[in-house]
């Protein structure tokens, strides 16, 4: 009975090696070795995917055009494993507790702005034929996919869009898809998930043909405030939703590994 | 040789079951069963606190005093034991790919902006005495550490600045910390650590005193654009030092989940 403890103690001590963190040794002091900044695969694959989505979120990594390949598994995991929906529950979190903070006029002039993809729609069902991001933006594939009108809600957002209009706000969808090819599939696409009593969905029309999202976007959320109404909050996937003029008393960045708009 | 492979395969099973992540089935839906956004728990304080921390460097997380009690360990491990260098450096990477882009016009009037505070300077031996960020903000205690002068260079900052030199840029220090109280101490802070060369150390002064860091910072970019500098790149720890006017052709948010500052 003593040989068959040998690899029993074997695995036991595999399994403890695996389990441990990479690094047990506190390094409190930042690096002073005066080495450069590490490569793209910095200390490890998974270590640099985190910093990767990190650094999207919070819009230090711009203008990417796709995933980095080493971080399709991370990302992929990301979406579908639980982390991108406890996410968004935290931000939701966040958005509720400014809701109630809000002194509303009731004038019928408080207002918010939510983007559409990846905001009020899910295109994940989409991007993982894309692989998650890791293949290159295909706008015929994404117009046939959009013109389906079957993005399924993020549920969260549609909790809020219903909570919004309860309170009394004016709810306007501001989207960079086109309004000639895209807008009857984005209304009825919107309307079958139940987003009902909006006050206005905004898409690209002719002359922002061309024009960054920064630049379409702001100019439309000045146009609002022109109108009369006061923003006060702003929700996107994307920082493009977010920056720029007019952007609304609060910004909400929903979280977004998968394509980057400009 | 039978009976000994029994607990071996028991074994064996165990490891594989507590190494498998937490969801294996893929929920390529987001939740569609219409519950509220979850407790601040939610689905384990470890994605919980993952979430708060992007929250936080998405600036969706604001207004905050202290680290929930629940993620002392999430930030310590996540500022001990590599991640956040990781962060530091995947964020530098974007910088000085960035750098080598700019157009300088060797004027003198190519501008970047530095905060002090756990951006050039590292606070992290502090923190740790404050259970990194769960006690509240000490002001006594925090400018007793500063008045030392000992807080060491967060070395790809260091070397940041170097490099932003070395190409001819003008380097402005901008910091909320106290002129009075504690301009001297910083002063022999930067130099003692090797921040040596810098266009001016912008400290607050007076009639900045009491004012959000936004308006403070805002006001102080607004000043030099009025000078003629041309700021490209701003860099700091809070999203304060990047959001208001005069904030620059491109912000750098780094990592810092310890303390907020409004």
């Known amino acids: 009975m003593i040989k068959p403890q040998i690899p029993l103690l074997l695995i036991s001590f595999f399994t403890l090696l695996i389990m441990l963190p990479?690094?047990?040794?506190?390094?409190?002091?930042?690096?002073?070795?005066?080495?450069?900044?590490?490569?793209?695969?910095?200390?490890?694959?998974g270590k640099f995917c985190l910093s990767w989505r990190l650094g999207v979120e919070a819009n230090n990594v711009v203008a990417w055009g796709t995933v980095p390949r080493e971080c399709q598994e991370e990302v992929e995991s990301y979406m579908i494993d639980g982390q991108y929906e406890e996410d968004l529950d935290l931000v939701m979190q966040q958005i509720f507790s400014f809701l109630n903070s809000i002194p509303l006029s009731f004038d019928s002039f408080d207002a918010w702005v939510l983007d559409v993809d990846d905001t009020c729609l899910s295109n994940l069902y989409y991007y993982k034929t894309k692989r998650f991001g890791c293949e290159p933006y295909d706008p015929v594939g994404f117009r046939a996919w959009a013109s389906k009108g079957g993005s399924p809600a993020i549920s969260p957002v549609l909790q809020l869009f219903n909570k919004l209009l309860e309170k009394g706000f004016k709810v306007f969808l501001v989207t960079g898809r086109d309004q000639e090819t895209l807008g009857q599939a984005t209304i009825n696409n919107l309307h079958n998930q139940g987003f009902i009593g909006y006050q206005r969905l905004i898409l690209r029309s002719g002359e922002y043909k061309g024009q960054s999202a920064v630049r379409y976007k702001s100019d439309i959320r000045q146009k609002l405030e022109k109108e009369g109404y006061r923003i006060w909050g702003n929700v996107g996937d994307q920082w493009s939703d977010l920056r720029g003029n007019s952007t609304g008393n609060r910004t909400f960045k929903l979280p977004n590994p998968m394509y980057f708009v400009p």
Request: glycine share 16%; no cysteine; proline share 12%.
């Open 22 to 45: 990479k690094s047990t040794s506190a390094r409190l002091h930042p690096r002073r070795d005066g080495t450069p900044p590490s490569s793209s695969s910095g200390g490890g694959d």
